[in-house]
């Protein structure tokens, strides 16, 4: 059973930065692709990023050049470093591990951590 659990988020005002972290467990992560997606209130759940077990990164648009994923396989962990935060960045952020295939649709994952909330204030 893989286990997912995410920390780090938080109140920022815009143009600050926060860390989200998901530590894995149950899984061979080294292994593992991961992903990030995220929903505000009332909208649906939308991709952020994903990155491959080779290390290869994808972003969402609406992200690039101001967030950045990473993993660290010593600490089955995985990251989301968001610079630059924007108030429409606001929503709760869950990770994901896919249950065969990677891609940016959520329906691909059927691991999912419990959500950190991320608010960013204008």
């Known amino acids: 059973q893989v286990q997912l659990v995410e920390s780090g988020g938080g109140l920022v005002q815009a143009g600050g930065s926060l860390r989200l972290s998901c530590a894995a467990s149950?899984?061979?992560?080294?292994?593992?692709?991961m992903a990030w997606f995220r929903q505000a209130p009332g909208k649906q759940r939308e991709f952020v990023a994903f990155?491959?077990?080779?290390?290869?990164?994808y972003y969402a648009d609406s992200v690039k050049d101001r967030f950045t994923i990473s993993k660290d396989n010593a600490k089955d962990t995985v990251y989301l470093q968001m610079n630059s935060l924007k108030p429409e960045d606001t929503a709760v952020y869950y990770c994901?591990?896919?249950?065969?295939?990677?891609?940016?649709?959520?329906?691909?994952?059927?691991?999912w951590g419990q959500g950190t909330q991320v608010t960013v204030s204008s």
């Open positions: 994901a591990a896919p249950s065969r295939f990677l891609g940016t649709s959520p329906s691909m994952y059927n691991y």
């Open positions: 149950g899984r061979i992560f080294s292994r593992s692709s």
């Open positions: 990155i491959t077990s080779g290390g290869g990164t």
